[in-house]
C-alpha cells in the first residue's frame, strides 16, 4: 500500500486485527445443554482507550445497556464483556445488579476498574441471568485471551448461522491504522438500531469525542438502513474502542485524514450491516431498496421503510414475483409525498412502473430478477430531490415456522 493512498484495504481478521486488541470466548452454561457452544465472548484493549456507543432506541431498555450507556460516558475504557442466550431484559433491579456483576468481575479478573468495562447481552428476554455461572466463567477468560481466533464472534451468536467480522487497513498520517468488527443479529432487524450487537476496535489515534462523532455517522449509514422484520430490539448496541496504537497523529474531526477514517470505519459497518441482513432468518433474497424523488430525507426515509416493512411486498418477493403495486400502495400510505403520475419503478434498472402506469417491461425480465437471491428495486417518488437506502429481505415460511415459539 502506498502511503498515499486513502483507500482501506480488507485484510485478515476481525476484533483483533487492530495492534493492542486480545479476545477469549468461553461456555459458562447460559445455553443449557449445549455445552460445546460458547456463550460468553470477552474483548480487551491492552492499552488504555477510549469508547463510543450507539444504543437501542427502545424505551425498553435492557439492564446491560442502561449500564453500558454509563460507563461508555466514562474518560477511559478497557473492555467488553458479552454474553449470548439472554438478553437480561425486563429483569428489573435484579437484572441491572447482575450487568454490574458482570462489570466488577471482569475489571477484577483484568486488573482494571470497574466502569472501564462495558456490557452486552443478548437471547432471551424476560429471563434472569445465571451469573453466578457466569462470574465464575468470566474469572477464566483472561488466560484466554488470544490476538487471533473467531471464538468472540462465534460466542455472540444467537439464530445466526454464521460469525460475522470484517477488518480492514488504510494509510493515515504515514501510519498504517487498523480498523475490525464483529457482529450479531438475524431476527428481530429494523432501523434505528436492529437487533443486534456490533463491537469495533481501531488502533487509530482519535478522541473520545470525534471517535462518537465518526462512530454516530457510520451507524447512520449502515445499522439504521436495515430491516428483515420490523422488530427493534431491546438489546441494540454498536460498541467502538480506540486505543492510539497506530501511531498516526490524532484525527481531528473535519480533517482530511479524519474523513480518511471515517470512509474505512463505513466500509466496516456496511460489510457488517450486510452481513446481518443476508443471514436474516430463513430469508432467501437481500434486496438494495433505493428511494428517490422525495421531498425530504426524512420523506424519502419513510416510503423507504413503508415498503421495506410491507408484509405483502415481502411475501411477494418470497414468491419472486415483481408485484409493483405493492410496492406504490406502500409508498403512498407511508406519509410521504408523492405524485402518482410522475412515479417510476425498476428492478434492476429494468422498467416496472413508468409515470405512474405499468411499463411495458415484458413480464417475464421483471420475474427473472425478483428471483435472484439479491437485486435492486428503485422507486421514484417523482416528488423531489431527496433520496434514502435500505437493506431488506424477503418474508418466507421459514421465518414463520421458526419464530411460532418452542
Same mark, same amino acid.
Given at each position: 500500500?502506498?502511503?498515499?493512498?486513502?483507500?482501506?484495504?480488507?485484510?485478515?481478521?476481525?476484533?483483533?486485527?487492530?495492534?493492542?486488541?486480545?479476545?477469549?470466548?468461553?461456555?459458562?452454561?447460559?445455553?443449557?445443554?449445549?455445552?460445546?457452544?460458547?456463550?460468553?465472548?470477552?474483548?480487551?484493549?491492552?492499552?488504555?482507550?477510549?469508547?463510543?456507543?450507539?444504543?437501542?432506541?427502545?424505551?425498553?431498555?435492557?439492564?446491560?445497556?442502561?449500564?453500558?450507556?454509563?460507563?461508555?460516558?466514562?474518560?477511559?475504557?478497557?473492555?467488553?464483556?458479552?454474553?449470548?442466550?439472554?438478553?437480561?431484559?425486563?429483569?428489573?433491579?435484579?437484572?441491572?445488579?447482575?450487568?454490574?456483576?458482570?462489570?466488577?468481575?471482569?475489571?477484577?479478573? $483484568? %486488573?482494571? !476498574?470497574? +466502569?472501564?468495562?462495558?456490557?452486552? &447481552?443478548?437471547? =432471551? /428476554?424476560? *429471563?434472569?441471568?445465571?451469573?453466578?455461572?457466569?462470574?465464575?466463567?468470566?474469572?477464566?477468560?483472561?488466560?484466554?485471551?488470544?490476538?487471533?481466533?473467531?471464538?468472540?464472534?462465534?460466542?455472540?451468536?444467537?439464530?445466526?448461522?454464521?460469525?460475522?467480522?470484517?477488518?480492514?487497513?488504510?494509510?493515515?498520517?504515514?501510519?498504517?491504522?487498523?480498523?475490525?468488527?464483529?457482529?450479531?443479529?438475524?431476527?428481530?432487524?429494523?432501523?434505528?438500531?436492529?437487533?443486534?450487537?456490533?463491537?469495533?476496535?481501531?488502533?487509530?489515534?482519535?478522541?473520545?469525542?470525534? $471517535? %462518537?462523532? !465518526?462512530? +454516530?455517522?457510520?451507524?447512520?449509514? &449502515?445499522?439504521? =438502513? /436495515?430491516? *428483515?422484520?420490523?422488530?427493534?430490539?431491546?438489546?441494540?448496541?454498536?460498541?467502538?474502542?480506540?486505543?492510539?496504537?497506530?501511531?498516526?497523529?490524532?484525527?481531528?474531526?473535519?480533517?482530511?485524514?479524519?474523513?480518511?477514517?471515517?470512509?474505512?470505519?463505513?466500509?466496516?459497518?456496511?460489510?457488517?450491516?450486510?452481513?446481518?441482513?443476508?443471514?436474516?432468518?430463513?430469508?432467501?433474497?437481500?434486496?438494495?431498496?433505493?428511494?428517490?424523488?422525495?421531498?425530504?430525507?426524512?420523506?424519502?426515509?419513510?416510503?423507504?421503510?413503508?415498503?421495506?416493512?410491507?408484509? $405483502?411486498?415481502?411475501?411477494?418477493?418470497?414468491?419472486?414475483?415483481?408485484?409493483?403495486? =405493492? /410496492?406504490?400502495?406502500?409508498?403512498?400510505?407511508?406519509?410521504?409525498?408523492?405524485?402518482?403520475?410522475?412515479?417510476?419503478?425498476?428492478?434492476?434498472?429494468?422498467?416496472?412502473?413508468?409515470?405512474?402506469?405499468?411499463?411495458?417491461?415484458?413480464?417475464?425480465?421483471?420475474?427473472?430478477?425478483?428471483?435472484?437471491?439479491?437485486?435492486?428495486?428503485?422507486?421514484?417518488?417523482?416528488?423531489?430531490?431527496?433520496?434514502?437506502?435500505?437493506?431488506?429481505?424477503?418474508?418466507?415460511?421459514?421465518?414463520?415456522?421458526?419464530?411460532?415459539?418452542?
Amino acid at each position: 500500500m502506498k502511503e498515499t493512498s486513502a483507500e482501506a484495504i480488507s485484510i485478515k481478521g476481525g476484533i483483533t486485527a487492530p495492534a493492542g486488541f486480545l479476545a477469549a470466548s468461553i461456555h459458562c452454561g447460559i445455553k443449557e445443554g449445549n455445552a460445546s457452544r460458547e456463550d460468553m465472548a470477552l474483548i480487551f484493549s491492552e492499552h488504555p482507550a477510549v469508547a463510543a456507543g450507539t444504543f437501542t432506541t427502545n424505551q425498553v431498555k435492557a439492564a446491560p445497556v442502561v449500564v453500558s450507556m454509563a460507563h461508555a460516558r466514562a474518560e477511559c475504557a478497557r473492555a467488553i464483556i458479552a454474553n449470548s442466550g439472554n438478553a437480561n431484559a425486563c429483569t428489573g433491579a435484579p437484572g441491572l445488579a447482575a450487568a454490574r456483576r458482570m462489570c466488577r468481575a471482569t475489571g477484577r479478573a $483484568l %486488573g482494571v !476498574a470497574e +466502569r472501564e468495562i462495558l456490557v452486552c &447481552s443478548t437471547g =432471551r /428476554i424476560g *429471563v434472569q441471568l445465571p451469573v453466578d455461572k457466569i462470574e465464575a466463567s468470566i474469572a477464566k477468560l483472561p488466560a484466554r485471551l488470544r490476538s487471533r481466533g473467531r471464538g468472540a464472534a462465534k460466542a455472540i451468536m444467537t439464530s445466526d448461522s454464521f460469525p460475522k467480522e470484517t477488518a480492514v487497513e488504510v494509510v493515515i498520517g504515514g501510519k498504517r491504522v487498523r480498523i475490525g468488527g464483529i457482529a450479531k443479529g438475524a431476527g428481530m432487524i429494523d432501523p434505528n438500531m436492529a437487533t443486534m450487537l456490533c463491537f469495533i476496535t481501531t488502533d487509530a489515534a482519535i478522541g473520545k469525542a470525534d $471517535l %462518537g462523532k !465518526a462512530l +454516530r455517522a457510520s451507524v447512520d449509514q &449502515s445499522f439504521n =438502513r /436495515i430491516t *428483515v422484520d420490523g422488530d427493534m430490539s431491546t438489546n441494540d448496541t454498536v460498541l467502538a474502542l480506540a486505543n492510539g496504537q497506530g501511531g498516526n497523529p490524532p484525527l481531528k474531526w473535519g480533517s482530511e485524514q479524519f474523513a480518511i477514517f471515517q470512509a474505512a470505519l463505513d466500509r466496516v459497518t456496511a460489510a457488517l450491516a450486510r452481513m446481518i441482513v443476508k443471514d436474516g432468518e430463513g430469508v432467501s433474497r437481500f434486496v438494495d431498496l433505493h428511494v428517490t424523488g422525495a421531498r425530504s430525507a426524512r420523506e424519502a426515509r419513510l416510503a423507504a421503510r413503508a415498503i421495506a416493512n410491507s408484509i $405483502l411486498v415481502k411475501c411477494a418477493w418470497y414468491g419472486g414475483d415483481p408485484n409493483w403495486g =405493492r /410496492i406504490i400502495d406502500a409508498a403512498g400510505y407511508s406519509g410521504a409525498r408523492m405524485r402518482p403520475e410522475r412515479v417510476r419503478i425498476s428492478y434492476n434498472g429494468e422498467a416496472a412502473v413508468v409515470n405512474g402506469m405499468a411499463a411495458p417491461t415484458p413480464a417475464a425480465r421483471l420475474q427473472a430478477v425478483a428471483k435472484k437471491r439479491e437485486f435492486t428495486v428503485t422507486v421514484d417518488l417523482g416528488a423531489g430531490k431527496a433520496s434514502h437506502r435500505i437493506w431488506t429481505t424477503d418474508l418466507t415460511t421459514k421465518y414463520v415456522d421458526f419464530n411460532m415459539g418452542e
